[in-house]
């Protein structure tokens, strides 16, 4: 009897390292989280999207909670990086506000599921406070940013 083999191999695929396969996984799970939520959002579909098994996600996440965590620990990064480097070279707070808006436009416009899963954060947070209590700790603190940056506008005497 000869045995068929399979049209496609599952798994890591080959030429790729661990650090792809992790990052695309977050990816694939981020825009699945942002479309369907996270109830609906299964290792089998994230599995299947990102080309591997469903059995090799647990290399990466041991469960979805982790898997939501990530996500939502790289869009924290994401976002705090483009708004930080934007304002940064800015003099003033006008400038500095409008060089914000222009960095998440652009971070949204390159990846359009950010939007639906920075939106869906509290929703999902609200109804699931286990994904509330693991992301806590990874919260930017953006008031802290614009009270600085609010502060720096008074110091330089563009705001009473």
Same mark, same amino acid.
């Given at each position: 009897?000869?045995?068929?083999?399979?049209?496609?191999?599952?798994?890591?695929?080959?030429?790729?390292?661990?650090?792809?396969?992790?990052?695309?996984?977050?990816?694939?799970?981020? =825009? &699945? !989280? @942002?479309?369907?939520?996270?109830?609906? +959002?299964?290792?089998?579909?994230? #599995? $299947? *999207?990102?080309?591997?098994?469903?059995?090799?996600?647990?290399?990466?996440?041991?469960?979805?909670?982790?898997?939501?965590? =990530? &996500? !939502? @620990?790289?869009?924290?990064?994401?976002? +705090?990086?483009?708004?930080?480097? #934007? $304002? *940064?070279?800015?003099?003033?707070?006008?400038?500095?506000?409008?060089?914000?808006?222009?960095?998440?436009?652009?971070?949204?416009?390159?990846?359009?599921?950010?939007?639906?899963?920075?939106?869906?954060?509290?929703?999902? #947070?609200?109804?699931?406070?286990?994904?509330?209590?693991?992301?806590?700790?990874?919260?930017?603190?953006?008031?802290?940013?614009?009270?600085?940056?609010?502060?720096?506008?008074?110091?330089?005497?563009?705001?009473?």
């Amino acid at each position: 009897m000869k045995l068929l083999a399979p049209s496609k191999k599952l798994g890591r695929p080959c030429a790729t390292d661990s650090i792809e396969t992790r990052d695309r996984l977050i990816e694939v799970a981020r =825009a &699945s !989280f @942002a479309t369907i939520g996270y109830d609906a +959002t299964t290792n089998r579909t994230v #599995a $299947a *999207a990102a080309g591997i098994t469903t059995g090799a996600i647990y290399h990466y996440f041991p469960s979805k909670l982790d898997m939501y965590v =990530a &996500s !939502f @620990a790289q869009v924290q990064n994401m976002v +705090t990086e483009a708004v930080v480097k #934007a $304002a *940064a070279p800015c003099d003033n707070l006008v400038d500095k506000f409008a060089a914000i808006i222009d960095a998440l436009s652009d971070v949204s416009k390159n990846d359009p599921s950010l939007i639906g899963f920075v939106v869906g954060v509290a929703a999902e #947070a609200r109804r699931h406070p286990e994904l509330s209590d693991a992301i806590r700790p990874l919260r930017k603190d953006w008031a802290v940013f614009f009270q600085q940056l609010c502060e720096d506008a008074v110091a330089r005497g563009e705001v009473g």
